[in-house]
């Protein structure tokens, strides 16, 4: 089955560059829309935003001007780059696969699976 | 964006109990909503899409309900292995939007 593992540093420094890769085993890359999700510690889920296998992408209006999610079919892979990162983007960042299933008139979507998640922590 | 509220935020049970959790949403979704479970140091583990389908694998006491703007998550005969934090998230729109979790604490 479809396995994801996130990668990259765990620690950044304030006013720096967040900058996380998604693989994708078990499964192909394409036909989907891939998301980045966060949760600071203690507190609740933060979509960031998706990237089509394509490469077309959407960002969460609120992150919108420090994010940046691209992909590399070829390495089974996707990227998340968040700018001037402060103490606040602490945080577990996930990567997960977006399904949407059409049946008939009806669209069914859910985020199945999702990596095991990585800690980011932003400080000097 | 769509707010999702969730009630409780945190409700203490024994093995055994009927749970229900409820999700409301700021605005009509139809049936785009989605469960999740999620355990201490552990991603999201999806149980319920579509309002109502049963994610394969997940266990028949787990069952989801609603439309529009309100939803339920229920537990007909709490396990030990669900006490969990558990979260709906929305679909409709753009951004997706999650609620702020519902804690299921062992009384």
């Known amino acids: 089955q479809v396995q994801l593992q996130e990668s990259g540093p765990g620690l950044v420094k304030p006013s720096e560059t967040l900058s996380l890769t998604c693989t994708v085993s078990?499964?192909?890359?394409?036909?989907?829309?891939w998301s980045w999700i966060r949760q600071p510690p203690g507190k609740g889920l933060e979509w960031i935003g998706y990237?089509?296998?394509?490469?077309?992408?959407n960002y969460n209006p609120s992150l919108k001007s420090r994010v940046t999610i691209s992909v590399d079919t070829s390495k089974k892979q996707f990227s998340l780059k968040l700018s001037s990162v402060t103490a606040a983007d602490t945080a577990v960042y996930y990567c997960?696969?977006?399904?949407?299933?059409?049946?008939?008139?009806?669209?069914?979507?859910?985020?199945?699976?999702w990596g095991q998640g990585t800690l980011v922590t932003v400080s000097s | 964006d769509i707010q999702l509220t969730q009630s409780p935020s945190f409700l203490s049970a024994s093995v055994g109990d009927r749970v229900t959790i409820t999700c409301r949403a700021s605005?009509?979704?139809?049936?785009?909503l989605a469960w999740y479970q999620q355990k201490p140091g552990k991603a999201p583990k999806l149980l319920i899409y579509?309002?109502?389908t049963l994610q394969s694998g997940v266990p028949s006491r787990f069952s989801g309900s609603g439309s529009g703007t309100e939803f339920t998550l229920t537990i007909s005969s709490l396990q030990p292995e669900d006490f969990a934090t558990y979260y709906c998230?929305?679909?409709?729109?753009?951004?997706?939007?999650f609620g702020p979790g519902t804690k299921v604490d062992i009384k």
């Open positions: 997960a696969r977006e399904v949407t299933l059409i049946r008939g008139v009806i669209m069914e979507n859910w985020f199945d699976p």
């Open positions: 078990g499964g192909s890359i394409s036909s989907y829309y």
């Open positions: 990237i089509y296998y394509s490469g077309s992408t």
């Open positions: 605005q009509g979704i139809s049936s785009y």
């Open positions: 579509a309002a109502s």
């Open positions: 998230q929305q679909f409709n729109t753009y951004p997706r939007t």
